[in-house]
């Protein structure tokens, strides 16, 4: 997300990235959730890509939401009065507006992550598993709490601290970077673990749930943190972080970003 660009081009910018990457990673993420949930991951590309046409609505969605707002507070942080518009902002700052941007994105991402997810677990088009899914009305919402924290603190990593870090590289290894692209690496990784590894536990709650509509093995949010902790301790909270700091790092090393 970018201050110089309006609101409807950050949309734009942000629609197109999330729906190309979900096109060339939904491997990486199939793989996570099943991980996750404990759950045999398939070979079989037909099966990797279920729920690719609910997850390129939700990511087009989601990060069209993330780069407008994001880019909207950005600007409105910049030309705030007593700001110079012309100075770069602060992490602090860039954190803010990603945390906002990230929260509101929630809203969208997370009914359509379960009926991804239902998808994936079970076959069948979205008609079908919207149909399981509204049997009780209540599970929209399912997994929400998880969404929206993990949402909030990955859109930091996956917009906000990659610029701070390549500026300061920039900045003060100007020998060793002295081009964007050159930064753009070491960038990508540091928020990567920062997007991946802090916000993972929340994600791993968020798939259980929504992976278990019928509450057959995990509850509320409480609930299913305590059986995941229970069962498999904190390294129950991180399975399937490889899978998702892959794919976290291969997009976010591509100059589109």
Same mark, same amino acid.
Request: proline share 5%; charged share 15%; with cysteine.
């Given at each position: 997300?970018?201050?110089?660009? /309006?609101?409807?081009?950050n949309?734009?910018?942000?629609? $197109? @990235? ?25 070979? %079989? ?8 046409? !609910? ?15 994001g ?14 518009? %012309?100075?770069?902002?602060? #992490? ?5 507006c ?27 088009? @979205? ?8 049997? %009780?009305?209540?599970?929209? $919402? ?9 949402? !909030?603190?990955? $859109? ?18 100007? /020998?060793?970077?002295?081009?964007? /692209? ?6 990508? #990784? ?21 992976? /278990?509509?019928?509450?057959e ?21 991180y399975?399937? !972080? ?10 976010? $090393?591509?100059?589109?970003?």
């Amino acid at each position: 997300m970018s201050a110089e660009l /309006d609101e409807q081009q950050n949309a734009t910018v942000g629609m $197109t @990235v999330g729906m190309i990457e979900v096109l060339i990673l939904q491997p990486f993420n199939y793989a996570k959730n099943m991980v996750q949930q404990q759950r045999t991951i398939s070979l %079989n590309p037909m099966i990797m890509y279920r729920g690719v046409g !609910a997850n390129c609505i939700n990511m087009g969605s989601c990060t069209m939401i993330q780069f407008a707002v994001g880019g909207k507070l950005k600007s409105m942080v910049s030309n705030q009065e007593g700001n110079d518009p %012309n100075k770069p902002l602060t #992490l602090g700052q860039e954190m803010s507006c990603g945390i906002v941007a990230g929260t509101m994105s929630a809203v969208v991402g997370s009914p359509l992550e379960l009926i991804m997810i239902q998808q994936q677990r079970k076959g069948g088009g @979205v008609p079908t598993r919207l149909g399981d899914i509204m049997q %009780n009305p209540v599970n929209i $919402t399912r997994g929400f709490v998880g969404a929206a924290i993990r949402e !909030a603190l990955w $859109t930091c990593g996956y917009l906000s601290i990659p610029p701070v870090v390549r500026r300061t590289l920039m900045e003060s290894y100007p /020998d060793t970077f002295d081009t964007n /692209d050159k930064a753009r690496v070491p960038a990508a #990784l540091l928020g990567g673990l920062f997007a991946c590894y802090l916000t993972h536990p929340f994600d791993t709650i968020k798939t259980c749930m929504q992976g /278990d509509i019928e509450r057959e093995v995990y509850g509320n949010f409480l609930q299913t943190a305590t059986k995941i902790s229970s069962d498999s301790g904190l390294r129950g909270f991180y399975r399937g !972080a490889t899978f998702r700091y892959g794919r976290m790092v291969s997009w976010n $090393t591509f100059p589109m970003k």
